[in-house]
């Protein structure tokens, strides 16, 4: 399927994004550059240790012209905001499209989740909802991808040639066929045509 075809027929009015070993450097060049006007509200999880702090938010305020902040508890998604899933916890998209916060056992030995998010947002959101994979170590997130692709939503995987870690798009890949896989630089232009078409 062609980007430009792909992405106009999706209207979209979420994104989520999973990533863990080498994610932060990949989510930095694939934001970085996002215009000030961009819309659309993107939640990500990344996989840190849960026994300190998270410095995403700080790492990312400064190098992004839309807000960026931690998911809280009950906090309803707002647009043009960057959310990012606090260690230590699984983060869920509920039905309102609040946030939901839980200490449930890990998923593929992580807390947060990809996979958590992604189902949960899939239910939320079913076909207006977009999914992104990006390098990792480990399997989290094809399940949550597959989920998003079951409800109708568009999957987009990295190229596993250009991620630092190949497992995890490698994992996808096999297990659902996603929509797209793209380069970082594909995606960001995808996101940028699914922001002009949610407007």
């Keep these: 399927m062609k980007l430009g075809q792909t992405a106009k027929e999706q209207r979209i009015e979420a994104v989520m ?3 863990s070993a080498g994610g932060v450097t990949a989510l930095l060049t694939l934001l970085t550059g996002l215009p000030a006007s961009f819309h659309l509200p993107m939640v990500a999880v990344l996989h840190l240790p849960d026994d300190r702090d998270s410095l995403l938010t700080e ?6 012209p839309i807000a960026v902040r931690e998911a809280a508890d009950k906090e ?4 043009a905001t960057l959310y990012f899933a606090p260690p230590g916890y699984h983060l869920s998209v509920e039905m309102d499209r ?3 916060l839980s200490c449930e056992a890990p998923v593929h030995y992580s807390r947060p989740s990809i996979d958590v998010l992604m189902a949960s947002a899939a239910d939320a959101y079913g076909a207006s909802l977009a999914g992104i994979l990006l390098t ?3 399997f989290d997130g094809a399940a949550g991808l597959a ?4 409800q109708g939503g568009l999957t987009v995987v990295q190229d596993p040639a250009e991620a630092e870690v190949a497992t995890m798009p490698e994992a996808a890949i096999r297990k659902l066929r996603p929509n797209l896989i793209l380069t970082l630089d594909g995606i960001r232009s995808l996101l940028l045509k699914l922001d002009r078409n949610s407007c």
Excluded: Y
């Design 98 to 100: 609040t946030f939901s």
């Design 59 to 64: 790492i990312f305020q400064h190098r992004l």
């Design 76 to 79: 309803s998604i707002a647009p």
């Design 17 to 19: 994004i999973g990533a």
């Design 136 to 138: 990792g170590a480990n």
């Design 147 to 150: 989920k998003i692709r079951q």
